[in-house]
Each structure stands twice: as structure tokens, then as C-alpha cells.
């Protein structure tokens, strides 16, 4: 599929799949992309819940807050719904504070990972914790920081250079447009604020 980089750069949030499961192998295979992770103090105080029975899923998707920038056209429709999910825990017993810093390098392992194996994936913070928590009986000293969907995707989002705006939009062909900042926009050269010239920053 490509090379990290190469990963990194075509990997997209998908809101639309196919319906063909995803193998509890290649699920194990995502934690354990996680489970190798960079955490402060080698502490790792993530567990995760694997999410794949139909009956559990369909419970989920209503819980889930989708593309905010467009609502409701970043939600999923019918018959594109993820086939799984992973729940992303943080136990609070292992570490109080913070954990959701461990969690977020957890899950872009597990994004990375997903999309070499062709699945496409969404990260989601924005979700009911409460009932999420009730319906995959998460105890209360563990904390959920986010459910990432997953799925093998039907539609393809591109990026572009940001203009004015950074916010994702649906273009009249129903694609999704990603606005990423320029690398000459964040970039600087020894000292904060003295930009690079355009030509400086060509990146194979
Ligand atoms: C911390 C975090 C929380 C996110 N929460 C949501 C969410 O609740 N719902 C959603 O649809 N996408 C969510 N996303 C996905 C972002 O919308 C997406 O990463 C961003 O638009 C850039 O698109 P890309 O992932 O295709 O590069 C989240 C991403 C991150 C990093």
C-alpha cells in the first residue's frame, strides 16, 4: 500500500462504507498497532473495546456526532454505515491525568494501520459517553475518550491547500474536500514568523 508516508498522506476520515465486514483478525491487528504506541512514562493506560457484532454497532451509530462542518450530510446513510468500531479507554486507575495523549498516539497508529489494510477509518471524540458507556458496560473508572469507526470505504475524500477557510466541505459531485494548511503557511525559518521562500519547500 505504500510507504508511511505515502499512508499518511492519502488516509482520509471516511463517513462512508462498504458493507462487507472487517475480520476479528484485522481488528486485533489495529489494537495491536495501538498497543505498540509511544506513552509518556511507558505508562499505557489504554484498553479497548472491539465492537462488531451487528447488534452493538447499530446501537453505537445513533450515539455518534458525524462532520460537524456539514450536518447532516457527513452522516452516514443507509447501507454505508461502519462495520466496527473500536472504543478507546483510558483506565484511570493506571493514570489520572492526561491519558488522552497516550490515546491519541494509539489511534493514529490504528488509522495508519487500518488504511494499509485498505479500511478506511473516523476518529471520533464527539460522542454520548454516557450511553456508550452503559451499552459496552465500561466501569466508571475507566474513561472513554473516543470511538473510532471502521469500514472499508465507499467514497474517496481529497485534500487541497487551505484558502481562507480550513472548514471540509461536500462538493456538487458529493465529494468530500479537505482543506489542509500549507506547509508554507506553518513552517518557519529559525525564527518564528520568517517564512520560508515558496521554492524552499518542495517534499517528495
Ligand atoms: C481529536 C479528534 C476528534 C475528532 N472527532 C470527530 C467527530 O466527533 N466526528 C467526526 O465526524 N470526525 C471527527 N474527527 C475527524 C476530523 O473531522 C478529521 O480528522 C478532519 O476533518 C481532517 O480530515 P482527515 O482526517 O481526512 O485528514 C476528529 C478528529 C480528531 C483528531
Known sequence: MGTVF????????VRKFRQDPISL????KLVEAARFAPSAANIQPCEYVIV???EKVNQIF???KWAGYIHPHGIPGKGEEPSAYIAVLISLKKKKKKG???ASAAIQNMLLTAWELGIGSCWIKSVKRRSIKKILRIPHNVQLDSVIAFGYPAENPVTEDAGESIKYYKDDKGILHVPKRSLS???FNNQYGLYYEKEK????
Do not use: A, Q
Request: glycine share 0%; hydrophobic share 45%; no cysteine.
Open 201 to 204: 519547500l518542495v517534499v517528495d
Open 62 to 64: 445513533p450515539l455518534l
Open 100 to 102: 488522552e495523549v497516550d
Open 6 to 13: 505515502e499512508l499518511i498522506k492519502t488516509r482520509r476520515s
Open 52 to 54: 462488531n457484532s451487528r
Open 25 to 28: 483478525e484485522k481488528l486485533l
Open 185 to 187: 503557511s506553518i513552517v
